[in-house]
């Protein structure tokens, strides 16, 4: 950056500096020669002026509103010839000069303006060339940082260090990726503070900056767009003075370079998700060898000699839902259950615990290998996961079952669906946003222990094979009504409801349930019983079509 006084100091031009001596830290943007009297015009501000003084010609009065019409277009400077016009500067100009702070300097006539252009143009010439040379070198610091795999971290700690500055690396759910400290770190508190600000401007692809309390020069925010989306946020605060015009550029390779990790950690997840959701529903299908149970345990980093149990969080409902079109609201739910699975596995990654998830429907599945404390140990964070779970979706409500340790691998599947139904029995008793484990299981838990189809038809035969007959015999309903029935908590409007009949219609055909099997509804047992022969339904059909049961 060029300023008015590198220009003063240029050797054998003997400028005279007459005025604004506080302002010669102006930086000149470029040097312009006129002789009118009126130039603002053809100026874009950031200009050096140099003048004869012909365009000064006139009444005092005249001089003084013509010199303050420059110093409001922004101008950094004005040189005067003098020995042509004028043989020295007039006082009124000087004068109103120094009021305003205004470098004004006298050009002595043996002196060609043509001197002044060319030397600003070489110190410019130069100084851009030095620019390029240093931003080729930042350039190629961050690629290597980049092509050596040293991550994030690398990245934000060479950009605190080449601008001596604090940085904060946010993604879109204000989530720190990462941060680098040049002189003194941003406490946690002010951390928090800072993402509420620019959550405010998440949609703003542009850069921009935030005043805030206790960070003096203010901070520079610049969205990181990845695959067309904003995958993150930078956050910079200089630890003193401005950003110069050099600090910029290496911004703007830092955020580069961060645009091309994140692609890459994009790339990486979806694949490790991928893995990761075929081989849950290989695990919950029984389509897998203990062998290949272990082996695939061992990709992940988990140790397959070791324990290993399922927890799975279940989406309820969405407590809130924005008004739109039905495309925008299944854009939304997509997106609520991505940042689900994300928070789950933020929340994890903190834990000691060996972990991998997948996405499944409206719900996400965690392997889980919990090392010393077991099941209790999980039990005690699946309390914490949901309360954190709430915290960052407000909007969404979650159930989280627990099924039992396994230390044999095929048996994982059991532990699948451990957590599965523990879930469906406490929502009986205590609707959403439940946490339930094997405990809750009851009697459910031998009908899961169950491993033969033949012995879950024998049971389903015994409670609701006579009503399965009559449906058949008489082209009814019954079977789906009372399951919708048991569904909805005895509630008859809901189920009603769902069925698309009236309540009258629903109560005459539990009537008929009762009397073609001989139970009664009004009872706790029959109606468990009932339940668990659905559910002994639904583990035949699974169990027959060789895949996992998913919510719809």
């Known amino acids: 950056m060029i300023t ?40 874009k501000g950031g200009e050096l002026l140099l003048t004869t003084g012909y365009g000064f010609t006139g009444p ?33 100009l000087v004068k109103v000069a120094d009021e305003y702070s205004f470098p004004l300097f006298e050009v002595p006539y043996h002196v060609p303006f043509i001197a002044i252009t060319e030397a600003v143009a070489s110190k410019i010439v130069n100084e851009q060339y030095s620019l390029l040379q240093r931003s080729l070198a930042v350039h190629e610091k961050l690629t290597k940082i980049v092509l050596e795999e040293k991550g994030l971290d690398a990245i934000l700690s060479t950009l605190s260090a080449l601008v001596g500055c604090s940085a904060v690396l946010f993604d879109f759910h204000g989530v720190v990726l990462c941060e680098a400290t040049y002189r003194r770190r941003l406490g946690a508190e002010l951390i928090a503070h800072l993402w509420r600000n620019i959550s405010d401007q998440r949609a703003n692809r542009q850069d921009f900056a935030l005043s805030m309390e206790g960070v003096g020069s203010g901070v520079q925010v610049y969205p990181v767009v990845a695959s067309h989306r904003i995958g ?9 003075g401005d950003f110069s015009d050099y600090d910029r550029i290496i911004l703007h390779h830092v955020v580069t370079v961060t645009a091309l990790e994140l692609v890459k950690k994009k790339a990486v997840d979806e694949t490790e998700k991928r893995l990761a959701g075929d081989f849950f529903d290989e695990l919950i299908a029984s ?3 203990e062998e290949e149970i272990a082996r695939r345990l061992a990709f992940f980093g988990l140790d397959p000699e070791a324990e290993h149990l399922i927890v799975l969080v279940d989406i309820d409902g969405f407590r809130t839902f924005g008004d ?13 259950k991505e940042r689900l699975h994300w928070a789950v596995d933020e929340f994890m990654a903190r834990r000691d615990m060996l972990f991998v998830s997948a996405s499944r429907s409206d719900s996400v599945v965690i392997l889980v290998q919990p090392g010393k404390g077991g099941g209790q140990k999980v039990l005690a964070m699946a309390g914490e996961l949901q309360q954190a779970i709430d915290k960052m979706l407000p909007e969404i409500a979650v159930s989280i079952g627990i099924g039992r340790p396994h230390r044999s691998l095929v048996d994982l599947r059991q532990s699948y669906y451990e957590a599965h139904y523990a879930i469906k029995i406490r929502k009986l008793k205590d609707g959403s946003g439940v946490l339930a484990s094997f405990d809750d299981l009851g009697s459910y838990g031998l009908l899961l222990g169950l491993q033969d189809t033949l012995s879950l038809e024998v049971f389903y035969d015994s409670v609701l094979g006579k009503l399965r007959e009559y449906d058949e015999q008489n082209s009814s309903d019954l079977v789906n009504s009372l399951a919708c029935f048991l569904e909805a908590n005895g509630h008859w409007g809901d189920a009603a409801e769902k069925l ?8 005459y055909r539990m009537k008929r349930v009762e009397e ?7 009872l706790s047992q029959d109606r468990m019983e009932f339940w668990l022969a659905l559910k002994a339904r639904e583990l035949i059909d699974q169990a027959k079509k060789g895949k996992p049961g998913r919510e719809s």
């Open 4 to 43: 008015v006084q590198d220009i003063l100091e240029i050797p054998d031009l003997n400028l005279k500096l007459l005025a604004g001596n506080k302002s010669v830290s102006n930086p000149v943007r470029w040097v312009h020669i006129t002789e009118v009297p009126d130039p603002t015009g053809w100026l």
């Open 60 to 92: 005092e009065q005249q001089q003084v509103a013509q010199l303050k019409a420059l110093i409001d277009h922004n101008l950094s400077g004005l040189g005067f010839g003098t020995g042509f016009s004028f043989d020295k500067v007039p006082e009124c």
């Open 232 to 240: 993150a946020f930078l956050a910079v605060v200089k630890d003193s």
């Open 287 to 289: 389509d897998l060898y």
């Open 324 to 336: 739109g079109p039905r495309e925008r609201e299944e854009a939304v739910v997509q997106d609520v």
């Open 500 to 507: 698309y009949v009236h309540r009258h219609t629903l109560r």
């Open 516 to 522: 073609i099997t001989g139970r009664d509804l009004t």
